[in-house]
């Protein structure tokens, strides 16, 4: 982490760097052990952003260690056809996680499609039984995101416990599964969305903000307690075409005590999960 003005900049890609050599080290106990983790990552169609997201998880499994089988079919390919190659991937024993890369085309049910993952490769634990274990506080796989925003929250060595923590939106990728992680830690969590009236009024009160809504300028420096923690999960574009998050970066870092930027926060630790998902579920797999 690196000083800025007031608040201590939370550095991810470093994070993500001592998460990925750990990876590493545990991808080789395993490989001395005759097992290889291998991911498998499915795109469908010709998104340009998925085709980037899709080529970044590639070379993290190359440079860990990971054995990535990385497939990609035209936008034609129907339903029943990716849900059977979904159904050999289930039964293949050198496969231990599924990937298959979203937004898919219109005439593919993502639920379908998800549902079909087997839960003990289900890495990006989208699926509504990871969501049920997350639920209830069994041990399975965290949705990568949220999961990153954990470490981060974690490296700036503040106790949860008692805190009071705000999650800006309630997605069922981020949102949702961020504020059951929070509770796990025993923080005292507030959901606010676009039906609260005032979400200044509960970002004042937190000692933890996690801004997930894909909305710029969504947290401001007045909405901020002095010497918060806040984490921007947002992906936006400002006037110039510039990545930029949900939270005015410039006046929110006068103000929080640590900040996780955008870029160079989250992005980098949502991949290191996948890959920490992946090695787990190898893991538990060789046991």
Known sequence: ???????????????????????????????????TPGLAVILVGEDPASAVYVRNKVKACSDTGVRSVFEKYEAT??????????????SDPTIHGILVQMPLPRHINPHKVIEAISTTKDVDGYATLSAGELMT??????????????????????????????VIGRSNTVGKPMALL???????????HSATTDIGHHTRQADVVVAAVGKRN?????????????????????????????VDFAGVKEVAGFIAPVPGGV????????????LEAAERAAR
């Open 137 to 166: 506080g069994q041990p399975g796989f965290r949705p990568c995101t949220p999961y990153g925003c954990m470490k981060l929250i974690e490296s700036t060595g503040i106790d949860l416990r008692g805190k009071h923590a705000v």
């Open 218 to 246: 969504v947290l401001t420096a007045d909405m901020v307690k002095p010497g918060a923690v806040v984490i921007d999960v947002g992906m936006n574009r400002n006037d110039e075409g510039k990545l930029c998050g949900d």
């Open 77 to 90: 390919l129907s339903e029943p056809e990716l849900l059977a190659r979904i159904a050999s991937l289930n």
């Open 267 to 278: 992005g980098p630790m949502t991949i290191t999960m996948l890959l920490v998902n992946t």
């Open 182 to 192: 929070l509770l796990q830690a025993n923080a005292t969590v507030t959901v606010c």
């Open 1 to 35: 982490m690196t000083t800025q003005n007031s608040g201590q900049i939370i550095d991810g890609v470093a994070l993500s760097a001592r998460l990925r050599a750990d990876v590493a080290t545990r991808v080789l106990a395993l490989k001395a052990r005759g097992v």
